[in-house]
């Protein structure tokens, strides 16, 4: 199967903005801009998916299942700040915002005793997704 990785394409780039005192700590900030965007085609998956349960179900029908389209697709662009720990060698905190938006396409056509059908769908969710970490300390 395909692996998530081998459809990711984007950059994050960080960028040094200078030191700030945490408490006891020196801090290094560090500013975060992420682009990402992703295609994971499941085509392959569908196509088992179905022959599994064609072949469990134990019928005997001649089936003609063509998945032209099957992709899932995320897109996200974040920025945030990383606060680096240079005494500790570690880092302090972690907050990244940005807008995330999933996909997905779908294209088939199936032919099976006598009757051809096909379908077309598309979908798309949009939000904003986030994550804050810190180390407590």
Same mark, same amino acid.
């Given at each position: 199967?395909?692996?998530?990785?081998?459809?990711?394409?984007?950059?994050?780039?960080?960028?040094?903005?200078?030191?700030?005192?945490? !408490?006891? %700590?020196?801090?290094?900030?560090?500013?975060?801009?992420?682009?990402?965007? =992703? &295609?994971? #085609? *499941?085509?392959?998956?569908?196509?088992?998916?179905?022959?599994? !349960?064609? %072949?469990?179900?134990?019928?005997?029908?001649?089936?003609?299942?063509?998945? =032209? &389209?099957? #992709? *899932?697709?995320?897109?996200?662009?974040?920025?945030?700040?990383?606060?680096?720990?240079?005494?500790?060698?570690?880092?302090?905190?972690?907050?990244?915002?940005?807008?995330?938006?999933?996909?997905?396409?779908?294209?088939?056509?199936?032919?099976?005793?006598?009757?051809?059908?096909?379908?077309?769908?598309?979908?798309?969710?949009?939000?904003?997704?986030?994550?804050?970490?810190?180390?407590?300390?």
């Amino acid at each position: 199967g395909q692996k998530v990785t081998e459809g990711l394409e984007g950059q994050c780039l960080c960028t040094f903005k200078g030191m700030r005192e945490g !408490g006891e %700590a020196r801090l290094a900030e560090i500013e975060i801009e992420i682009e990402l965007a =992703a &295609t994971l #085609d *499941l085509r392959e998956l569908i196509q088992q998916a179905i022959q599994t !349960g064609m %072949a469990q179900s134990g019928q005997e029908i001649d089936v003609d299942f063509d998945i =032209a &389209t099957a #992709d *899932l697709t995320a897109d996200y662009e974040g920025t945030g700040t990383l606060l680096w720990d240079t005494a500790a060698g570690r880092f302090h905190s972690l907050s990244v915002q940005g807008d995330l938006t999933f996909g997905m396409d779908l294209d088939a056509s199936i032919d099976a005793m006598g009757e051809s059908h096909s379908m077309e769908a598309s979908m798309e969710m949009s939000g904003e997704w986030g994550v804050e970490v810190t180390t407590g300390e």
